[in-house]
């Protein structure tokens, strides 16, 4: 029934071998047409630039490159420096073959991790009562990296919090489904890279929705994550940079908390006055934040 | 006599002592460089073999050389020092490659003229990157399934499969819009 239902909606399929079949058909392409015998092998290619191939050989792949324009542009991709880099796994299994120590363990990190943890709960309630029991405490300092020192009259400090995940709905779908329509890929991959945020790995979390921002030049989730990772990690700036990259409208349910984190993230670069324009705002919403961004505001 | 024996005994110590604490020097220069050169190392093999497996035990071939030499090499030789170890290794692999035929006579470079339709389409979807083509190139006019671009490459069978899924996606809006 689903699959009949996308095939009259001519919607993409998830499976390559079905966009291959799809592009062939609207086309007029046979991509069978393209797999051609008697091209080198990419290492061949790659080598022949290098001046250690036996000359006769050489000579060879250099002659047919010069003729060939699927090989010179597969070279020139190939010669990518993105693409040459090792992967952490090669690094890792290199390392292992060496005569060196091990990366340091770490036990105390878990250890440390648990604390901190702990301490940013006990902290969490106790701003949680404050701010609904009336105004908060001169002595309230959330657990946060310091920030330069504020301008007089200009003292509040915004608590940041790990942003609760709102994702789209279709998100649910994509794990469970193979059918899952255009954005499946974006949001299997959103799935993957929010796993180091939720397990509170904030940098390299950041690094991941960074990329796939980068990826998925119009999601909106991965930009707005990856400044709560950097906001969380104590990278501040950076956080500002990518909490600005995507404004969102009013109706979208990030719309409050985009505008929270970029507070927080103007507050910890130094400007208040700004932060507070941002407070102001969500004063006069009726979002989540309201409360505690009135109370900040007026001070 | 006694005290004699306890004297030997301490001087004995004092080498072993001092042979542990060199070698741990030694190994521990060998991390600190390794951590600083091992990106360039493998970039480099690669370069000369084309292959991530090849690059992968050259670059360990080439650092386990720079142990075994660790008191001849001083750290401002590196990374050219290793840049040779790695360049040795492939050009022998190379040599050794060719005598066994598996390169000069199986494979016969020819028909170069006929694929370009697959370039056009590529040069034509501007959004493409190069991780992307390759994935498309190596695919269809390859003819390489996933695990083996996945060798190629070194990305993950599923990063292959978005990627391949992405490229013809971009490809299809192109060539219909």
């Not at chain 1, 250690?52 to 542009?73: G, N």
């Not at chain 2, 000369?48 to 075994?68: N, P």
Request: contains cysteine.
């Amino acid at each position: 029934m689903k699959e009949t239902k996308r095939a009259a909606n001519n919607m993409p399929h998830e499976d390559p071998e079905h966009q291959e079949r799809l592009l062939m058909v609207e086309t007029g392409i046979d991509p069978a047409v393209w797999r051609e015998q008697g091209h080198p092998p990419p290492s061949l290619l790659v080598a022949s630039r290098e001046d250690v191939l036996p000359q006769p050989l050489a000579e060879r792949v250099t002659s047919h490159i010069e003729l060939c324009p699927s090989c010179t542009r597969l070279l020139e991709d190939l010669l990518d420096p993105d693409v040459a880099c090792p992967t952490l796994g090669e690094i890792t299994r290199i390392r292992r073959r060496l005569p060196m120590p091990s990366p340091p363990q770490r036990p105390w990190k878990t250890l440390a991790l648990i604390a901190l943890t702990l301490v940013t709960a006990a902290l969490s309630i106790v701003a949680v009562r404050t701010l609904s029991s009336g105004p908060i405490s001169p002595q309230f300092v959330a657990p946060m990296p310091p920030g330069p020192p504020a301008p007089p009259g200009l003292v509040f400090r915004i608590p940041v919090e790990p942003a609760p995940l709102k994702l789209p709905p279709a998100s649910t779908l994509a794990w469970r489904s193979q059918d899952g329509g255009p954005d499946q890929a974006y949001l299997v991959e959103l799935g993957q890279a929010l796993k180091p945020y939720r397990e509170g790995r904030y940098r390299e979390a950041a690094v991941r929705l960074q990329s796939l921002a980068s990826q998925y030049p119009q999601s909106v989730e991965a930009p707005f994550y990856a400044g709560v990772s950097h906001l969380l990690a104590g990278d501040a700036l950076f956080a500002l940079e990518w909490l600005t990259k995507k404004p969102l409208v009013r109706s979208h349910p990030l719309y409050d908390d985009q505008l929270w984190y970029r507070a927080a993230a103007l507050e910890q670069t130094g400007q208040w006055a700004e932060a507070r324009d941002l407070l102001r705002q969500l004063c006069k919403l009726s979002g989540g934040y309201q409360q505690k961004a009135c109370q900040l505001s007026k001070r | 006599m006694e005290t004699d024996k306890t004297n030997r005994s301490s001087g004995a110590d004092y080498v072993f002592v001092s042979s542990v604490e060199r070698e741990k020097n030694r190994r521990e220069r060998l991390a600190r460089l390794y951590d600083q050169h091992v990106h360039a190392v493998f970039r480099y093999a690669w370069r000369l073999t084309g292959r991530r497996d090849l690059a992968e035990d050259f670059t360990s071939e080439a650092f386990l050389a720079l142990h075994r030499n660790l008191d001849q090499v001083e750290d401002a030789r590196l990374p050219a020092w290793l840049f040779t170890e790695v360049r040795n290794l492939a050009i022998e692999y190379w040599r050794r490659a060719s005598r066994e035929q598996t390169l000069s006579e199986a494979a016969p470079f020819l028909r170069p003229d006929g694929s370009s339709s697959l370039v056009d389409l590529l040069s034509r979807a501007t959004g493409l990157k190069p991780v992307h083509r390759i994935c498309l190139t190596l695919r269809y006019l390859y003819g390489m399934d996933r695990q083996e671009i996945a060798r190629q490459t070194g990305l993950s069978e599923h990063q292959i499969k978005s990627a391949l899924q992405y490229g013809l996606e971009l490809l299809r809006r192109e060539l219909t819009s």
